[in-house]
């Protein structure tokens, strides 16, 4: 298991490099970066499975459009790299702590998913002993709006920041 932690944060790390030169040139508003792995409980068998994050967004205007990069590798199969979900984010709703996205889905291990919409909330809880505690990552959603249309009805949806998940390792950073 700590083998597959090892693996998983050092495909968050390398990912995160990868995923930064898709940003815009120029100024932003607003930006967030983050990666880590947070456990998900499986609710049918209370099996635990370590699911890894990345991502990278950038604000371009007051509209909300954004460009960045969204990788989610699910641990609950032995077969990682089918268990993977890439997006390309056009949107993004700050709100504080928090930040909300969505983009289209590019990759998938359900090709039924591969361009469709997907929505992610993360939650930046500060640094050292400065933080309020674990920064939090929510479930993904796919299927819904992208864009504007980011309102409080879906951001209900995820339930986040009440159903969201700690990061055990890894971080988020609001800038």
């Known amino acids: 298991m700590k083998k597959l932690l090892t693996i998983l944060l050092l495909l968050v790390v390398l990912t995160n490099f990868m995923v930064t030169p898709v940003l815009a040139s120029g100024p932003s508003l607003y930006r967030a970066t983050g990666g880590g792995t947070s456990i998900y409980i499986n609710f049918w068998d209370g099996d635990k499975y370590p699911n890894t994050y990345t991502f990278?967004?950038?604000?371009?205007?007051?509209?909300?459009?954004?460009?960045g990069h969204f990788v989610v590798i699910f641990g609950h199969s032995t077969e990682v790299h089918h268990r993977k979900i890439e997006a390309d984010l056009k949107f993004v709703y700050?709100?504080?702590?928090?930040?909300w996205m969505s983009g289209i889905i590019?990759?998938?291990?359900?090709?039924?998913?591969v361009g469709r919409a997907l929505l992610f909330a993360a939650q930046d809880n500060g640094e050292g002993i400065q933080a309020t505690g674990p920064d939090k990552v929510s479930g993904v959603v796919s299927g819904?709006?992208?864009?504007?249309?980011?309102?409080?009805?879906?951001?209900?949806?995820?339930?986040?920041?009440?159903?969201?998940?700690?990061l055990t390792n890894g971080n988020v950073q609001i800038k």
């Not at 990278?56 to 460009?67: F, I, S, Y």
């Not at 700050?94 to 930040?99: I, L, S, Y």
């Not at 590019?106 to 998913?113: A, I, L, S």
């Not at 980011?150 to 998940?165: K, V």
């Open 94 to 99: 700050f709100e504080g702590n928090t930040v």
């Open 56 to 67: 990278t967004v950038q604000q371009l205007d007051e509209a909300g459009n954004a460009k």
């Open 106 to 113: 590019t990759h998938c291990y359900d090709p039924w998913r």
């Open 144 to 166: 819904g709006p992208v864009g504007s249309a980011i309102d409080q009805r879906y951001r209900s949806m995820l339930g986040f920041p009440s159903y969201g998940f700690d």
